[in-house]
């Protein structure tokens, strides 16, 4: 047997360095290098060959079997793709083993599903599957953190297997705790190798650092096919399932839940969702026509513009890139004339929302005017459009459908770049103000004065 050798690795990209580091020279971070054990040893060279396939299609169609969830099947690209590696992280008690768990019961209808967890007593999963109402469902239970002894105890039958989670699996490939860099990757690639060979899919639930982001080695990410990450406010009922890598569907894709007392529910209308709280004529409350994945959503971008007190006024933002917001205060000074250099400046996108597109750029500049002037938005109005340094607002993709959501939600009126394409019906019945840069905008809303 080989002799375990100390070695130190980097929590964020998993390279490898002979002694501790205060920097990783790969990625860069700080901080993340810490000592692990490893099995040393030369590889035995193979006398295996590999065999070499043609590159055109094969005639047999790989069927998607669907979750149960619309939700979660949209965010997957249509359904489970058989023999694929799902990993699903989130912040402690968002839901994620809930999510899990009711699709596991929704699966075990022909058999074939197990749920392994590693963190939770049997009895502990038999009391939330008495509160979703699935004990009856065909869902194989066990509770082991052995990798090995996972893979080697999964029969020909099995179809779906969940882990709960990979950060508390071991294996003997590595020889040390459950969670280090060493370990998160021998017990992976054990479960991703048992998913190609048998075409089981794989569910993997991932903890996350305080960042947000799922721990442990970044390779892991790059070893999976699919990564969703799992948000939401402790003190808000509705979830996010975002999809940030999939190679079987889009990125960027999004499922709303509702968190019930019997588990998680799907949002099948999340624009009416997000704005069922709104009140009419506010200063500060804009409704911006935004699109995530392949799924146009209406949210309401709130601002809060007052005096401050500090000699740094503050810019608190939630929701959104507050660096962003500071791009755009700096054009509205510089293109408009409009100075926020003594006023405290609050963002906020309602509902939970976090929005990553240029496309809400307009939208939040005119919520600010709106709240530093006083004046509100007229009702029925709704805003969309990217802001360029020179103040120029700048076509974005996928108006006809901003458009018809909007209009499916009874919004009169648009404000959008002036050099946006779409079908002329996209917008139906609705006015359609088009504006070349920021300035018309401004003009056009007439809240030029602060």
């Known amino acids: 047997m080989a002799k375990p050798e100390k070695a130190f690795f980097c929590g964020e990209c998993g390279a490898r360095y002979p002694k501790w580091l205060g920097r990783c020279e790969d990625c860069g971070q700080w901080n993340t290098i810490t000592e692990d054990v490893t099995v040393g040893g030369k590889a035995k060279p193979s006398c295996n060959s590999m065999e070499l396939q043609s ?139 048992f998913a190609k060979t048998t075409g089981a899919a794989v569910f993997l639930i991932g903890h996350v650092t305080k960042d947000g982001l799922i721990a442990g080695p970044k390779i892991l990410e790059h070893m999976v096919d699919v990564v969703l990450y799992f948000e ?120 939970g929302l976090k929005i990553s597109e240029p496309a809400g750029d307009l939208a939040v500049a005119v919520s600010i005017l709106s709240a530093g002037s006083g004046r509100a938005v007229p009702n029925g109005t709704c805003v969309f459009g990217e802001i360029g340094l020179t103040g120029e607002i700048r076509s974005v993709s996928r108006c006809s459908e901003r458009l018809k959501e909007a209009e499916k939600l009874g919004f009169k009126n648009v404000i959008m770049p002036a050099s946006c394409d779409f079908p002329k019906n996209a917008g139906g019945s609705m006015k359609i103000e088009k504006v070349k840069n920021l300035i018309e905008a401004v003009a056009l809303l007439g809240m030029r004065r602060i």
């Open 232 to 351: 939401g406010e402790r003190g808000n009922s509705y979830r996010i399932l975002r999809s940030v890598k999939n190679r079987y569907g889009p990125c960027d894709e999004l499922g709303i839940f509702e968190m019930r007392q019997t588990g998680l529910a799907g949002v099948s209308n999340p624009s009416a969702l997000f704005l069922t709280h709104r009140e009419d004529d506010v200063p500060g409350s804009v409704v911006f026509s935004g699109v995530e994945g392949t799924r146009p959503i209406l949210v309401e971008v709130q601002a809060l513009v007052s005096g401050s007190y500090f000699t740094s006024p503050r810019r608190t933002v939630v929701g959104w890139d507050v660096n962003r917001l500071f791009t755009i205060l700096a054009v509205l000074e510089s293109k408009c004339k409009i100075s926020f250099s003594n006023k405290d400046v609050c963002l906020n996108i309602a509902g």
């Open 55 to 193: 590159l055109a299609a094969s005639s047999e169609k790989t069927n998607r079997r669907l979750s149960g969830l619309d939700e979660f099947d949209r965010v997957l690209g249509g359904g489970i793709v058989p023999g694929s590696v799902i990993l699903v992280g989130g912040d402690p008690g968002v839901g994620k083993s809930t999510l899990l768990l009711q699709t596991a019961a929704a699966l075990s209808q022909d058999g074939g599903c197990v749920y392994v967890s590693g963190e939770e007593s049997s009895e502990q999963i038999r009391l939330r599957a008495a509160r979703l109402g699935v004990s009856e469902s065909g869902v194989k239970l066990a509770c082991e953190t052995d990798a090995d002894v996972i893979v080697n105890s999964m029969g020909k039958g099995v179809k779906f297997l969940v882990v709960d989670s990979v950060q508390t699996l071991q294996s003997a490939e590595a020889e040390s705790i459950p969670g280090t860099v060493s370990q998160v990757r021998a017990c992976a690639h054990r479960l991703i190798n």
